[in-house]
């Protein structure tokens, strides 16, 4: 039997090697009279399933349940509707959170080598060879200077001549002495120095 | 093309359902279906013997649901799908028995073949079936429907229940594999 026109137009679009094969079916045909006694053997078979529903196997199989429901079951059934207000938790995948557990302890462990790295720079820096170089590079004036700075700075401050002595006038003259020295000066000579204005000052400041 | 006039099915299944000499009208289905039927079952199972199971196992399917048909559904597409449906379930219980796995279903599908009377290799017709039974399942019912039966995507998408893109894109699969096979072999 040739193919249908649109079957082999549709063939040729996709294969040439396929379209050219025949459609004919190689299986030998049923015995004869098969397709003829078919339909009688079909309805004798019906008949006895219908005389003996045991033979409808597969019917059979279909349709009984070995389980048991208890009585009424169905008819006290209440679905139970979820309250929409109540928001109901999100199932994460196992996969997922021990996906974000390695990246984390990656991100964790990366930073702990990260801070100990920069530790062991800093300390690098200040090791023994290092300090033991900068020692002998030190002349021996400097340390010495070093040393008595250290010294000094390590005892309370004495007091110096100058500031002795303005210690000692502010606790030697009194208002007598004073007295007597003003009565010394002329009164002229005071009265010119109380007018002086500040632009003399400012002279001499200049 | 082994498409049934819509308006005698129709009348038939109206018929039967009446329960007007139901015997009666049921030969008259199975007459008109009962040989498109056994070969579209007879290219999956491969043996007379299992294809004649499965065909009266259609037809006892068809008589106990046939009181329940929907008026709108198309008797032929229908019967098609309880054939491809009880094929399938057929392949599935010999591979249950078996306990073999998807490529020894092939190889014994292919040794069933060989198996056949008059069987020859060299022969396009032979060959061309080798080549069927490497398909998917899938692909195989849908490259049998349209191959041999040339039935139309929309009447397939009802049988198989898929649509009619994906059953064009399966066909075209098919027909690029039988190719490589034809060639190869």
């Known amino acids: 039997m040739p193919k249908s026109k649109y079957i082999q137009d549709e063939l040729l679009d996709i294969s040439q090697t396929v379209a050219e094969l025949t459609d004919e079916t190689p299986f030998n045909t049923p015995q004869p009279n098969y397709f003829e006694h078919f339909p009688k053997r ?12 045991s033979l409808d196997f597969l019917g059979n199989l279909d349709k009984e349940m070995p389980f048991k429901v208890p009585t009424g079951y169905f008819n006290q059934f209440k679905p139970v509707i979820p309250n929409e207000n109540i928001k109901s938790g999100k199932v994460i995948p196992f996969r997922r959170v021990l996906r974000y557990a390695i990246a984390a302890s990656l991100v964790g462990a990366l930073t702990v080598w990260g801070f100990m790295s920069d530790n062991k720079n800093t300390t690098d820096s200040y090791s023994l060879v290092n300090m033991e170089a900068g020692i002998e590079s030190i002349s021996l004036d400097a340390y010495d200077s070093y040393l008595n700075e250290d010294a000094v700075s390590g005892i309370p401050d004495l007091p110096s001549e100058e500031s002795d002595m303005q210690s000692t006038l502010l606790v030697e003259i009194n208002k007598d002495v004073i007295k007597e020295i003003l009565q010394e000066i002329p009164e002229n000579d005071i009265s010119s120095y109380l007018n002086q204005d500040g632009s003399d000052d400012i002279e001499i400041m200049d | ?25 049921f030969t008259l289905i199975v007459k008109k279906y009962q040989e498109k039927l056994y ?41 098609y799908r309880i054939a491809v449906n009880e094929s399938l379930s057929h392949l599935e219980q010999q591979k249950r028995k078996s306990s073999i796995s998807f490529d020894l279903v092939s190889e014994s599908m292919e040794n069933k073949l060989i198996a056949e ?6 022969k396009a ?33 009802q049988v198989l229940e898929t649509s009619v893109g994906a059953l064009k894109a399966s066909y075209h699969h098919a027909v690029k594999k039988i190719e490589e096979f034809i060639i190869n072999r």
Do not use: C
Request: hydrophobic share 40%; no cysteine; proline share 3%.
């Open chain 1, 42 to 53: 079909i309805l004798e078979r019906i008949q006895d399933i219908e005389e003996d529903p």
């Open chain 2, 1 to 25: 093309m082994p498409e049934g006039h819509p308006n005698d099915d129709i009348e038939l299944v109206s018929l039967f359902k009446s329960n007007q000499d139901r015997e009666k009208v």
């Open chain 2, 39 to 79: 070969w579209q079952i007879r290219r999956i199972v491969i043996t007379h013997e299992d294809a004649d199971d499965v065909l009266q196992n259609v037809f006892i399917k068809a008589w106990n649901a046939l009181q329940n048909f929907r008026e709108d559904a198309r008797l032929y597409t229908w019967l």
């Open chain 2, 117 to 122: 009377k008059g069987f020859d290799e060299q």
């Open chain 2, 125 to 157: 017709m032979w060959k061309l079936q080798l080549a069927i039974q490497q398909l998917p399942e899938k692909q195989r019912i849908v490259f049998n429907l349209r191959y041999f039966e040339a039935m139309t995507y929309e009447d397939m998408s």
